[in-house]
């Protein structure tokens, strides 16, 4: 496509439910990274993928939070038992190749209430 | 492990005005550096990005700057307008494979 896209850019939920965030990368391109970001705060690290395979999974705050990217394009950011505190915005971010250009989505808010 | 902060948090300046965004980082020792412009309520939008080997970029009215020894990038933008409002993003790589590390941002109001 002709630019990342986040789906959905608006989710509303309540605490414990089990919530799905999709990233559809640039085509072509082999890199995928997530972030999360709070208000006044910078991107905070999360994951990223190398085609298929998480090459680092460093930033995942617990194993509530889980990522797949099945045939090395799009990727599903899966976020169990939802708490308040994962409320945030959650960008999604791809590159050509690992050390390229990164181009960000408009970000997936999401709300727990 | 690497940091990169930014300061002024915030900053307001007069329409026309030239001005230095500015960004550091705690090791020298990175792979490229990459400056960022995020609208409220956006997703980011890459402005520049400086390689390792490099000492500036520029595109249009942005020049970036890289000076790895003092771990330090500036951004300049010349002319300034009030559509160049928003919050800017200072990210550093530090290695090929590594995960990239933001700042929290200089949140730029221009006056008009």
């Known amino acids: 496509g002709a630019g990342v896209s986040q789906t959905p850019s608006n989710k509303v939920t309540e605490k414990g439910k089990y919530v799905e965030l999709r990233c559809d990368p640039i085509?072509?391109?082999?890199?995928l990274y997530w972030y999360r970001q709070s208000l006044g705060q910078g991107p905070e690290f999360l994951i990223y993928?190398?085609?298929?395979?998480?090459?680092?999974d460093s930033g995942l705050p617990n194993d509530r939070f889980f990522a797949v990217r099945p045939e090395g394009s799009v990727s599903t950011l899966k976020i169990q038992r939802t708490e308040r505190g994962d409320s945030a915005v959650y960008l999604c971010a791809s590159s050509f190749s690992v050390t390229g250009e990164l181009f960000f989505g408009e970000g997936s808010r999401l709300t727990v209430l | 492990k690497q940091e990169v902060t930014q300061i002024p948090a915030a900053l307001s300046v007069p329409e026309g005005e030239n001005l230095v965004l500015n960004c550091s980082f705690t090791?020298?020792?990175?792979?490229?550096l990459q400056w960022f412009r995020q609208d409220p309520g956006k997703g980011l939008t890459s402005l520049l990005l400086?390689?390792?080997?490099?000492r500036e970029q520029t595109s249009g009215r942005l020049n970036a700057s890289l000076d790895k020894s003092s771990g330090r990038s500036t951004l300049y933008i010349a002319a300034s307008q009030p559509g160049d409002s928003a919050t800017y993003l200072c990210?550093?790589?530090?290695?090929?494979?590594?995960?990239?590390?933001f700042g929290k941002g200089t949140r730029l109001h221009i006056l008009p």
């Open positions: 993928f190398q085609g298929t395979g998480a090459a680092d």
């Open positions: 400086i390689q390792s080997s490099q």
């Open positions: 085509s072509g391109h082999t890199a």
């Open positions: 990210a550093v790589r530090p290695n090929r494979d590594d995960k990239i590390i």
């Open positions: 090791d020298s020792a990175i792979y490229n």
